[in-house]
DNA sequence: CCACCAGAGCTC
DNA sequence: AGCTCTGGTGGC
């Protein structure tokens, strides 16, 4: 008897492994690996009583059968498939991805038969609810739980998810679970008491997108343009779109919810927004505004009076003003004023930025002393451009009464005793100077002003979702948490009030209709699919070719470094292209990684 | 991807 | 000598 196995691995194709023991597919063996014969658990894919021809290599034996019953049911054991075609991983990988790592490890897993659980074709439909307000929304989703059964409902954010759970009524608590999001003991836990069928309503963040709830009646996704939904690390899967897929192969209610829409649902449903913010939004002209002068920056960050005095109105009726930059550091590049050199790492070569007097390297974290003479032309008019928070930071500090409490935030210190110290400080109001992270600050205090203070700069990232992000983020700022209606946003922008920016105070269909337009024209996603190739020179040296060879537009956006674009909606022929490159014998050369944006 | 091994660096 | 850590290796 033979086995095809899915070892872990990025090869996408199974092993074959001879075993004397009955096996049923998707059941757990584990099988030695590699030269020294390693021991890994894989998951049985195929079973056959003998090979199609001769194989080229030694077929190796199963070492221990662990499962009598496969461990996912069909729905999640097809979904892994579903998922290595969509986003051109292997199965394996896939696998591990949806799997508690117990599972993957080959810990026990009580022996329940889960075959009964088949999906049922119901009647699967899509519902939108697009309003401003948080309050009520949330209202609308605890009506959407009371009269539904079985369900999985997301939120981009545990905190957030937390505080509905909070809200929810005790008889939708008792046969619900708030899914944990650390994963470990009680991560398996939670999916082994789903799995037995003790639960029907999940509240979470993106963890609890595999939980192996049985049957599914609906699932709600709120906030569902949030960034957070794409997955971080390799493979990089969109939580929205996976989440769909079980909905419709449950035949469930997708519910997408939130303050605005992503592109893709906005370009198929047409949502409407039900109800405008009440805040004001004010856009200033900072190519008019002052700025201060800070010691070794060469143009500063104006701080426009409006922003400015509209804080000091804040602060003083005990809010909290937000100034936000999303930019690290004091300085972002360091340059000679004198011969335009810059400076860059010695070891990777990017641009190195300045922080507390520290020149530190942004890609590879290596810390050097600032030049005081500049390397190129001997001058010493080293100076810093592009002001980060720190430099935001000593502005408001010279600009604010010393009374006033003022504090930064931004992700490598945003720790969770820092934050309630940081609250606690400011319960009379204050000034938070962060990154697009302070945002979050409106959930637990009244904020009274945003400030944007460079609002082009995040637009102008050379992505094509730069001025969606640019958008999202504000729009966000302008209804998230705790009394948005007498809440100021001001956008600091050089070119205020045009283009992306129009729809911040008319709302985002105007944003969605211009940027679609464009992103058609230009084929974009959500139009068309943008699968990046990134590997060592050598492969994708390679692969380019191959590609072309099979009718793909493909772009190199950098010459002579390891990266590769294709628009493209056929996935299915890019994979058949890509095939031989995710063969095991390609291990020597190494494998490319593949990441797609679907919009 | 990941078990395995080798060699580096450290402590006793 | 014995320990942990880090990095290279290559696969049914």
């Known amino acids: ?184 003991k009680k991560g398996f836990d939670a999916w082994l008491k789903t799995r037995r069928g003790e639960v029907s309503v999940i509240v979470g963040s993106a963890g609890l997108l595999f939980a192996p709830l049985a049957p599914i009646d609906f699932i709600l996704i709120e906030e569902e343009a949030s960034s957070s939904y794409n997955f971080a690390r390799y493979p990089y899967i969109s939580l929205r779109h996976i989440a769909a897929k079980r909905a419709q192969t449950w035949g469930a209610t997708l519910i997408f919810g939130g303050r605005m829409p992503s592109s893709r649902v906005y370009l198929l449903k047409k949502p409407q927004l039900e109800e405008k913010p009440k805040g004001q939004i004010h856009f200033v002209n900072i190519r008019k505004a002052s700025c201060l002068e800070l010691p070794g920056v060469t143009r500063g960050i104006p701080i426009s009076s409006t922003l400015l005095t509209s804080s000091l109105d804040a602060v003083n009726s005990g809010k909290i003003a937000l100034w936000i930059l999303d930019r690290k550091g004091y300085v972002g590049e360091i340059s000679c004023e004198e011969c335009g050199w810059m400076m860059t790492c010695p070891e990777c070569g990017s641009l190195c930025r300045l922080t507390r007097d520290i020149v530190v390297c942004p890609i590879c974290g290596k ?44 992700k490598e210190e945003s720790g969770k005793k820092r934050r309630t110290m940081v609250l606690n400080d400011l319960k009379d109001g204050g000034i938070i100077v962060g990154s697009r992270l302070s945002v979050t600050f409106c959930d637990d205090c009244f904020v009274g002003v945003v400030g944007w203070v460079d609002a082009d ?48 105070r008319r709302g985002w269909h105007l944003f969605w209709d211009e940027e679609l337009a464009e992103r058609r024209e230009l084929g974009f996603p959500p139009f068309e699919l943008l699968v990046e190739i990134t590997g060592p020179l050598k492969i994708t040296d390679d692969i380019l070719p191959s590609l072309d060879k099979s009718g793909f537009a493909v772009y190199k956006p950098i010459a002579d470094e390891g990266r590769l674009w294709v628009k493209t909606k056929d996935l299915k022929n890019m994979r058949e292209a890509l095939k031989p490159f995710f063969h095991i014998s390609r291990s020597k050369v190494g494998f490319p990684k593949i990441r797609i944006w679907r919009d």
Not at 169 to 174: A, D, F, S
Not at 378 to 397: D, Q, T, V
Not at 471 to 479: H, N, Y
Request: glycine content about 6%; some cysteine; charged content about 25%.
């Open 1 to 184: 008897m033979y086995v095809d196995v899915l070892v872990p691995g990025i090869w996408w194709h199974p092993l074959t492994y001879s075993t004397p023991q009955i096996v049923e597919t998707g059941c757990r063996v584990v099988v030695p690996m590699g030269p020294r014969g390693g021991k890994r658990v894989g998951f049985v894919l195929a079973v056959k009583e003998k090979l199609d021809e001769k194989p080229s290599y030694e077929i190796k034996e199963v070492t221990e059968v662990l499962d009598q019953v496969p461990p996912l049911n069909e729905e999640l054991w097809s979904l892994s498939e579903w998922i290595s075609r969509q986003y051109l991983c292997s199965q394996s990988e896939a696998l591990r991805l949806m799997c508690p790592p117990q599972v993957t490890k080959g810990c026990n897993v009580d022996h329940q038969d889960l075959s009964r659980q088949k999906p049922s074709r119901g009647t699967y439909q899509e519902r939108c609810f697009y309003e401003a307000s948080d309050e009520k929304r949330y209202a609308r989703y605890v009506d959407i739980i009371e009269e539904a059964g079985y369900g999985l409902v997301f939120f981009p954010e545990e905190t957030v998810a937390r505080s509905f759970w909070d809200i929810l009524p005790c008889h939708i608590k008792k046969k619900g679970l708030l899914w944990p999001s650390g994963g470990g």
């Open 367 to 410: 810390r050097y002393e600032m030049p005081t003479v500049c390397p190129s032309c001997m001058s010493n008019f080293i100076m810093g451009r592009r002001p980060g928070i720190e430099a935001l930071y000593r502005i408001a500090r010279s600009l604010v009464d010393p009374a006033i409490p003022v504090h930064t935030w931004y």
């Open 457 to 504: 700069a995040e637009a102008r990232r050379p992505l094509y979702d730069a001025r969606f992000t640019a958008f999202s983020m504000i729009w966000e700022s302008r209804c998230r948490g705790k009394d948005p209606d007498s809440r100021n946003v001001i956008v600091q922008s050089r070119t205020p009030y045009r283009g992306w920016q129009r729809g911040l």
